[in-house]
């Protein structure tokens, strides 16, 4: 079982900069494939990054591909997005995703994923 809180969300001018950190309960973190997913209003939730478990193999959405960074730190059982140049289409509820077992090309699936976190909103204004 683990247990997943966001962080770091907030409101943004368009072409800033915001860093979620992602907190996970659990003494086998290291074994967990970790992602990052969005929502906006009215529309799916989308793969934003993955990061897998084993060598730190990264999947990024293609929208945000070399704008967002997704890292983990095993020792202290925290994930983060650092997100630059930020638009305003990036505005939704940023998830925290977590599980076991997930292999390479199904890292951006979010039916994957059992253990998510509330969720932290992120506004990028004009």
């Known amino acids: 079982q683990v247990q997943l809180v966001e962080s770091g969300g907030g409101l943004v001018q368009a072409g800033g900069s915001l860093r979620l950190s992602c907190a996970a309960s659990?003494?086998?973190?290291?074994?967990?494939?970790m992602a990052w997913f969005r929502q906006a209003p009215g529309k799916e939730r989308d793969i934003v990054a993955a990061i897998y478990w084993n060598d730190g193999n990264s999947y990024y959405g293609d929208s945000v591909k070399g704008r967002f960074t997704i890292s983990r730190d095993n020792a202290k059982n925290m994930v983060y997005l650092q997100m630059n140049s930020l638009k305003p289409e990036d505005t939704a509820v940023y998830y925290c995703a977590a599980d076991l077992g997930i292999t390479l090309g199904r890292m951006s699936m979010a039916e994957k994923y059992h253990y998510w976190g509330q969720g932290t909103q992120v506004t990028v204004s004009s």
């Open positions: 659990g003494r086998t973190f290291s074994t967990y494939t």
